[in-house]
């Protein structure tokens, strides 16, 4: 089979990594990729947003499979593109339609979605600019801390979590009346804060049968002892301690399978990965988000420990038989730590030169923002490199991921050193 991977990230480097040693795989594309897909894969200079252009290459390569990594092009229908035209009917689009990817592109969509099924979600309404009143009036009714979220994509930065209801109300206005956050803030949930330990699930649908892959527990901010701004993720675990089996238990039948009834019961056309971002409060899991992709760095994690062939799953969802697929995952724990650029996620240099490449002990390299450039790779991105080892237990494979990103060298190099000591703590405890 041939694939075309659309994405530059340590996501798709994963999901490229893992796609590579399939034995059903003729040949592997990566757009645009980056400096490690370049090594597995061809690397196609494409943007991925201008569908026509993906579809030509599609035609061109007679692509049988693609996979999108990230959530933009699903959110402006790629997928609707790809099942309207004729001459695409041979490929098969790995993820959601636009309207099922509201699940991640619409708050208030995904909010009415679980209410509608019943799948356990902070309480919470939408407000509009028409609203307004109404909205400052229901922060009056909730406790501290208040949460506001705009409803539509904002690069990871429209939710808002606020300690003050003087301070929740303006910013209800800020968003609502002055448009602080453009088209994303027309609608904005407001919900309860839910006070509880996050873990994050993800499946692979065919939009009727799925298959439970691992979990994992990201490091959102900057900061050691998660201080500081919020990130594309710093770090991940898989898998996860606190996640035991009668929690997973609870996750399986009160949110997964739900959600999977509630697409089909819905006729929404969803295929691939369904992120599902949770909290587990006094033992039970709520819904946080949906993510219509894998997650990243989860996926850095995540991919290392399924053992089964990953084009089995993509080539099952092509021809009907996903559940057919067995999905064999390794017991052992991966650790993933971000390595990325000094100033990161606020302003950063780009095109330093990345050494240390191959002298990266037992460690995986997924790169995340690099390219090459004069045949040297450098760093183009905040996020550079993900370190990811996979080991017997936590402790031993995070040794290796901190002994890995010593090892990669570049100028302004920052990560965080205290990727997985809360769950070694817990794990301690237990
Ligand atoms: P989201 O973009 O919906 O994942 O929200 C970003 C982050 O805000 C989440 O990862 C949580 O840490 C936090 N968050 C969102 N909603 C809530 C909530 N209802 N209660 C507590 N924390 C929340
Ligand atoms: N690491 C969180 C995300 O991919 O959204």
Same mark, same amino acid.
């Given at each position: 089979?041939?694939? %075309?991977?659309?994405?530059?990230?340590?996501?798709?480097?994963?999901?490229?990594?893992?796609?590579?040693?399939?034995?059903?795989?003729?040949?592997?594309?990566?757009?645009?990729?980056?400096?490690?897909?370049?090594?597995?894969?061809?690397?196609?200079?494409?943007?991925?947003? /201008?569908?026509?252009?993906?579809?030509?290459?599609?035609?061109?390569?007679?692509?049988?499979?693609?996979?999108?990594?990230?959530?933009?092009?699903?959110?402006?229908?790629?997928?609707?593109?790809?099942?309207?035209?004729?001459?695409? &009917?041979?490929? &098969?689009?790995?993820?959601?339609?636009?309207?099922?990817?509201?699940?991640?592109?619409?708050?208030?969509?995904?909010?009415?979605?679980?209410?509608?099924?019943?799948?356990?979600?902070?309480?919470?309404?939408?407000?509009?600019?028409?609203?307004?009143?109404?909205? %400052?009036?229901?922060? +009056?009714?909730?406790?501290?801390?208040?949460?506001?979220?705009?409803?539509?994509?904002?690069?990871?930065?429209?939710?808002?979590?606020?300690?003050?209801?003087?301070?929740?109300?303006?910013?209800?206005?800020?968003?609502?009346?002055?448009?602080?956050?453009?088209?994303?803030?027309?609608?904005?949930?407001?919900?309860?804060?839910?006070?509880?330990?996050?873990?994050? #699930?993800?499946?692979?649908?065919?939009?009727?049968?799925?298959?439970?892959?691992?979990?994992?527990?990201?490091?959102?901010?900057?900061?050691?002892? /998660?201080?500081? %701004?919020?990130?594309?993720? #710093?770090?991940?675990?898989?898998?996860?301690?606190?996640?035991?089996?009668?929690?997973?238990?609870?996750?399986?039948?009160?949110?997964?399978?739900?959600?999977?009834?509630?697409?089909?019961?819905?006729?929404?056309?969803?295929?691939?990965?369904?992120?599902?971002?949770?909290?587990?409060?006094?033992?039970?899991?709520?819904?946080?988000?949906?993510?219509?992709?894998?997650?990243?760095? +989860?996926?850095?994690?995540?991919?290392?420990?399924?053992? !089964?062939?990953?084009?089995?799953?993509?080539?099952?969802?092509?021809?009907?038989?996903?559940?057919?697929?067995?999905?064999?995952?390794?017991?052992? &724990?991966? &650790?993933?730590?971000?390595?990325?650029?000094?100033?990161?996620?606020?302003?950063?240099?780009?095109?330093?030169?990345?050494?240390?490449?191959?002298?990266?002990? !037992?460690?995986?390299?997924?790169?995340?923002?690099?390219?090459?450039?004069?045949?040297?790779?450098?760093?183009?991105?905040?996020?550079?490199?993900?370190?990811?080892?996979?080991?017997?237990?936590?402790?031993?494979?995070?040794?290796?991921?901190?002994?890995?990103?010593?090892?990669?060298?570049?100028?302004?190099?920052?990560?965080?050193?205290?990727?997985?000591? /809360?769950?070694?703590?817990?794990?301690?405890?237990?």
């Amino acid at each position: 089979m041939k694939v %075309l991977v659309l994405g530059s990230g340590g996501r798709e480097h994963a999901i490229s990594w893992k796609l590579a040693q399939s034995s059903q795989l003729d040949k592997l594309f990566v757009a645009p990729g980056n400096a490690g897909t370049a090594d597995i894969a061809v690397n196609v200079d494409l943007n991925i947003m /201008d569908f026509k252009a993906v579809k030509a290459f599609v035609l061109q390569e007679a692509i049988d499979i693609v996979v999108v990594g990230p959530e933009a092009p699903l959110v402006e229908g790629i997928k609707d593109f790809f099942i309207a035209d004729p001459e695409l &009917t041979r490929t &098969t689009l790995i993820g959601p339609d636009s309207k099922a990817a509201k699940l991640e592109g619409s708050k208030d969509f995904a909010k009415k979605f679980m209410e509608r099924h019943n799948i356990p979600t902070a309480r919470y309404e939408t407000f509009t600019k028409s609203t307004l009143t109404k909205g %400052l009036a229901f922060l +009056e009714s909730l406790k501290p801390p208040y949460v506001l979220k705009c409803d539509g994509l904002a690069a990871g930065k429209g939710v808002l979590i606020l300690d003050s209801l003087a301070e929740a109300q303006d910013q209800l206005k800020a968003i609502l009346k002055d448009g602080s956050f453009g088209k994303a803030g027309t609608k904005v949930v407001i919900e309860e804060f839910l006070k509880g330990i996050e873990v994050s #699930m993800f499946v692979i649908t065919d939009g009727e049968s799925y298959k439970i892959l691992p979990e994992a527990k990201d490091y959102k901010r900057i900061g050691e002892g /998660d201080t500081g %701004l919020n990130t594309g993720g #710093m770090g991940a675990v898989s898998p996860v301690s606190f996640a035991n089996a009668e929690f997973m238990e609870k996750v399986k039948n009160q949110i997964i399978i739900p959600t999977i009834k509630g697409i089909k019961k819905d006729e929404l056309d969803y295929t691939g990965f369904i992120f599902f971002g949770l909290m587990k409060v006094s033992g039970d899991p709520y819904v946080i988000e949906y993510n219509v992709r894998l997650g990243d760095p +989860e996926a850095e994690v995540i991919i290392p420990r399924i053992k !089964s062939d990953l084009l089995h799953f993509f080539d099952g969802i092509a021809s009907g038989t996903l559940s057919e697929c067995d999905l064999e995952i390794d017991e052992r &724990t991966a &650790t993933t730590v971000m390595l990325v650029s000094g100033g990161y996620p606020e302003s950063y240099e780009k095109g330093k030169e990345i050494s240390g490449l191959s002298t990266k002990g !037992s460690s995986i390299l997924f790169h995340a923002g690099t390219q090459i450039d004069n045949g040297k790779v450098v760093t183009s991105g905040g996020r550079v490199i993900a370190v990811t080892s996979v080991a017997s237990d936590l402790d031993t494979a995070l040794e290796n991921s901190f002994e890995g990103a010593e090892q990669v060298q570049f100028d302004k190099k920052y990560y965080r050193r205290d990727i997985g000591k /809360d769950l070694q703590k817990v794990a301690q405890k237990a």
